[in-house]
């Protein structure tokens, strides 16, 4: 498997390549779209065919590059039922299994962040890798007071999905502040202040008092993504 990890300076965007080099099938998760110029010159540097963009969820600070992508490339748009996005392709649901050739992408439902958001594991030579969206941070987890974000069910999505993987399947997140690129299961368990905690209760009460400023982007960002990245 090919991987790679691209960062917007603008909105701490982590996107992902993955491709599976025996076919040159390949997807992209979470692209922005200031960067599709940048994309389609790493897809032609790898030889690769764009198979599909997956976002994790609806995105409130930066505008997807899925439908400029699917102009330039004919791959499809995915992103998960809840969003009722209808120009997507193809809507993704918890269970679901992704081919990129020969790459089987397992699809996560795990609503908190917001009512639409979704993570993906990919095991490639017996190595996990967890796409987590704005689930699972790097020693933190994403915001839930927006977008029908849920508190509960993010504890849920956490303690009962994400954190049951193996300790060293390697965490790769939507977002990062401080420069961090990855991190795996086991050391956030133990090191995530958020995941630091006694019940469910416990950690509703926390999140529920972070008081954290909207998305500089959000007003233009969000109805953008319900159209597949046209500005309205």
Known sequence: MLLEQYF??????????????????????????????????????????????????????HISANGMLRDQTGCLTLLGQEAHASCIDKTLKGGDILHVGTLNINVLYTPGHTDDSYSFYVLDNDQGYLFTGDTLLINGTGRTDFQNGNAKKQYDSLFNILLRYPDETIVYPGHDYHGIKKSTVGREKMHNPRLQVSDQAHYVSIMETLNLPNPKHMDVAVPANRACGKLQ
Request: proline share 2%.
């Open 8 to 61: 917007d300076q603008d909105t701490s965007t982590y996107t992902y390549l993955i491709a599976d080099q025996e076919t040159c099938s390949a997807a992209l998760i979470d692209p922005v779209n200031t960067a599709v110029e940048f994309y389609l010159s790493v897809l032609e540097k790898h030889k690769l065919r764009l198979y599909c963009v997956l976002d994790t969820h609806t995105h409130a600070d």
